[in-house]
Protein backbone atom coordinates (compact mmCIF):
# COMPACT_ATOMS: atom_id res chain seq x y z
CA UNK A 1 0.00 0.00 0.00
CA UNK A 2 1.40 3.74 -1.41
CA UNK A 3 1.65 6.58 0.95
CA UNK A 4 1.28 9.81 -0.56
CA UNK A 5 0.86 13.27 1.29
CA UNK A 6 -1.81 15.64 0.34
CA UNK A 7 0.91 17.64 -1.50
CA UNK A 8 1.98 14.95 -4.10
CA UNK A 9 -1.54 14.12 -4.53
CA UNK A 10 -2.51 17.61 -5.68
CA UNK A 11 0.53 18.12 -7.73
CA UNK A 12 -0.78 14.61 -10.08
CA UNK A 13 -4.26 13.53 -8.79
CA UNK A 14 -4.86 11.92 -12.26
CA UNK A 15 -1.91 10.02 -11.97
CA UNK A 16 -2.47 8.85 -8.16
CA UNK A 17 -6.54 8.12 -8.78
CA UNK A 18 -5.39 5.42 -11.65
CA UNK A 19 -3.03 4.16 -9.94
CA UNK A 20 -5.46 3.24 -6.81
CA UNK A 21 -7.27 0.93 -9.51
CA UNK A 22 -4.39 -1.30 -8.59
CA UNK A 23 -3.39 -0.84 -5.29
CA UNK A 24 -5.40 1.18 -2.44
CA UNK A 25 -3.46 4.28 -1.52
CA UNK A 26 -3.23 6.43 1.82
CA UNK A 27 -3.24 10.30 1.53
CA UNK A 28 -1.77 11.84 5.28
CA UNK A 29 -1.63 15.10 6.53
CA UNK A 30 1.26 16.24 8.01
CA UNK A 31 1.96 12.88 8.51
CA UNK A 32 -1.37 11.76 10.04
CA UNK A 33 -3.53 9.61 8.04
CA UNK A 34 -6.59 11.56 6.69
CA UNK A 35 -8.18 9.42 3.51
CA UNK A 36 -7.65 6.24 1.52
CA UNK A 37 -7.90 6.27 -2.39
CA UNK A 38 -8.94 2.18 -3.95
CA UNK A 39 -10.64 1.08 -5.76
CA UNK A 40 -14.50 0.86 -6.23
CA UNK A 41 -16.45 -1.77 -5.24
CA UNK A 42 -13.16 -2.65 -3.01
CA UNK A 43 -14.73 -1.96 0.26
CA UNK A 44 -16.26 -4.97 2.19
CA UNK A 45 -19.93 -5.16 2.27
CA UNK A 46 -21.38 -4.65 5.57
CA UNK A 47 -24.78 -4.54 7.15
CA UNK A 48 -26.73 -1.81 5.66
CA UNK A 49 -28.78 -0.98 9.50
CA UNK A 50 -28.67 -2.39 12.51
CA UNK A 51 -31.22 -4.33 13.70
CA UNK A 52 -33.39 -2.68 15.54
CA UNK A 53 -34.66 -3.96 19.45
CA UNK A 54 -38.16 -2.27 19.37
CA UNK A 55 -38.86 -3.80 22.94
CA UNK A 56 -36.27 -0.89 24.03
CA UNK A 57 -37.92 2.01 21.92
CA UNK A 58 -39.57 4.52 24.43
CA UNK A 59 -43.49 4.50 23.82
CA UNK A 60 -45.96 7.07 23.78
CA UNK A 61 -49.26 7.74 22.42
CA UNK A 62 -48.30 10.89 20.21
CA UNK A 63 -48.87 11.27 17.06
CA UNK A 64 -45.93 12.35 15.11
CA UNK A 65 -47.71 14.87 12.49
CA UNK A 66 -48.86 16.28 15.79
CA UNK A 67 -45.51 16.97 17.00
CA UNK A 68 -44.05 18.08 13.52
CA UNK A 69 -46.95 20.31 13.10
CA UNK A 70 -46.26 21.84 16.14
CA UNK A 71 -43.02 22.18 15.54
CA UNK A 72 -43.78 23.70 12.58
CA UNK A 73 -46.36 26.21 13.46
CA UNK A 74 -44.25 28.05 15.91
CA UNK A 75 -41.83 29.03 12.99
Given at each position: MKIISIKQLHAETG???R???KSPIIVTDHGEQ???LRPIGATAPGRKFAK???SKMPFSTLDS???I???RNGR
Open positions: RWVAAKVAERDWTDLSAD
